[in-house]
């Protein structure tokens, strides 16, 4: 089981304001490995309660926010990564398991019993939560993602764009599932993560931005589609 704690700050800026920031991040940062073409694909199957509890914590403005997914970077891949994120404020921590292409099938079925396979706490904990407040696929978030990577605090700064989401649950492998964008023509996300502290000439870069933080979700930004 992977478990991560993270800052996490996000500003919603056009392309053209990331095409300007794109050189300055380059000299001081080296793209993630995953890229190709200076950008990969991401695929997320999000899922909520019955009642929707997440969803209403981040319409309500909750301190403490979750998010149960299922996420991929390769929808051929026969691995998925099941995750729990939890937030508060700009602290975050993401805990995450290793699945199957199987198994995460079974689970947009509701059949969370595949995860007492597992033998990390996380698989037993989700259990347990999934089945209680009976969870199911609510959406899928699809969008393209430019990352850099920088060693010294774990530096991460990404940039997602082509956001794009399900009006209906739908599959994460599925192709053909139509998908709407939830954004403005030209807009995306910026997010930067890192552990301790940001380093001056990173600090700099991001303070260029004319942009403010911002406490948004790409869960409930695609929630909004079919509410």
Known sequence: ???????????VIHETNFIEL????????????HSKDMKYRVRSLYFDSASD?????????????????????????????LEYKCKSGSDSRKMSIKITKSEALELEKGH?????SHKEDLATFLYDKMTRNV??????????????TYP???????????????????????????LYPTMIGGYGVLEVKYNDFLVTPLQQIV??????PEAM????QARFLTN
Do not use: C, Q, W
């Open 1 to 11: 089981m992977r478990n991560v704690f993270r800052k996490e700050i996000k500003y």
């Open 22 to 33: 794109k050189p300055l991040l380059m000299a001081f940062m080296r793209t993630d490995s």
């Open 53 to 81: 509890i997440d969803f209403h914590d981040n319409l309500d403005g909750v301190m403490e926010k979750r998010k149960i997914r299922i996420r991929t970077y390769d929808m051929k891949s026969d691995f998925a990564l």
């Open 112 to 116: 969370f019993e595949v995860l007492l």
């Open 135 to 148: 969870y199911r696929p609510k959406t899928v978030v699809d969008y393209d993602r430019t990352a850099f």
């Open 152 to 178: 010294v605090s774990d530096v991460r700064i990404t940039y997602d764009h082509n956001i794009k989401a399900s009006m209906t649950s739908g599959s994460l492998y599925n192709e053909n599932v139509s």
């Open 207 to 212: 303070e260029k931005l004319d942009s403010l």
């Open 217 to 220: 979700s790409k869960y409930s």
